[in-house]
């Protein structure tokens, strides 16, 4: 079963250096998007991502964070310089064209920032 | 903006009970959809069940069901007969239909269901 892959499973970062995490959705999906969940508080939605371009970004996506589909298959969250706050769960979803279709999630990158 | 709310922090059942957990949203749209996600300790999000919201008939998916009353912007999900497999945490899920907001998932605050042997 085509499934969202999500790496690293774990990064650990000084404070402020820049990480990128990595994403390959289904082949044939279309929307992309990246969800945050710090430890123990509610999944929030940072940046959805059709066409190659932003479709719509939260209060949390600020200048700090970009995204990227470089060759047609990866989706890459960057965050330029990481605070301590950046700490969290990071989950790449993404699915079909069509308002009731699921989104598939990865199985997260853990972001811990020393 | 939408907001999803689930006021029960945690849940418990023994197996092969019942248990509800409840979720309520806000919004002033006519046509979005809602999801049931689960999240089990390996922390991946997993569909649950999803309803359209101008479809009355309440969606069931085997063990799975959801009671949906638009008016009151109340959206619950049944577990029958519980498995020690169903102890995740459940996150209740809005999607608008239309708009700038199109796509993107608002979630509750979630609910530990932990099921007892």
């Known amino acids: 079963e085509p499934e969202v892959t999500q790496t690293p499973s774990h990064q650990v970062t000084q404070m402020g250096q820049e990480v990128i995490l990595r994403c390959v959705p289904i082949s044939n999906h279309l929307y992309f998007y990246w969800y945050r969940q710090i430890l123990g508080q509610k999944v929030e939605f940072l940046v959805s991502f059709y066409n190659n371009e932003i479709s719509e970004k939260s209060e949390i996506f600020d200048d700090q964070f970009s995204v990227e589909r470089p060759d047609g298959s990866n989706f890459t969250l960057k965050i330029r310089s990481t605070k301590l706050e950046d700490s969290a769960m990071y989950f790449c979803?993404?699915?079909?064209?069509?308002?009731?279709?699921?989104?598939?999630f990865g199985q997260g990158t853990r972001l811990t920032v020393v | 903006a939408q907001t999803v709310t689930q006021s029960q922090p945690e849940m418990s059942v023994q197996e092969a009970e019942t248990v509800t957990l409840s979720c309520t949203y806000d919004t002033s749209e006519s046509d979005y959809y809602l999801f049931w996600y689960k999240q089990p300790p390996s922390r991946q999000m997993i569909l649950v069940i999803r309803?359209?919201?101008?479809?009355?008939q309440n969606a069931t998916e085997n063990r799975f069901s959801v009671n949906f009353q638009k008016a009151a912007k109340s959206f619950s999900l049944k577990i029958s007969d519980s498995q020690l497999g169903d102890a995740a945490m459940y996150f209740c899920?809005?999607?608008?239909?239309?708009?700038?907001?199109?796509?993107?998932?608002?979630f509750g605050q979630g609910t530990i269901l932990t099921v007892h042997p």
């Open positions: 309803q359209e919201a101008y479809k009355q």
């Open positions: 979803a993404s699915r079909v064209l069509g308002g009731f279709t699921e989104a598939f």
């Open positions: 899920a809005y999607r608008s239909a239309w708009g700038t907001s199109y796509g993107k998932l608002t």
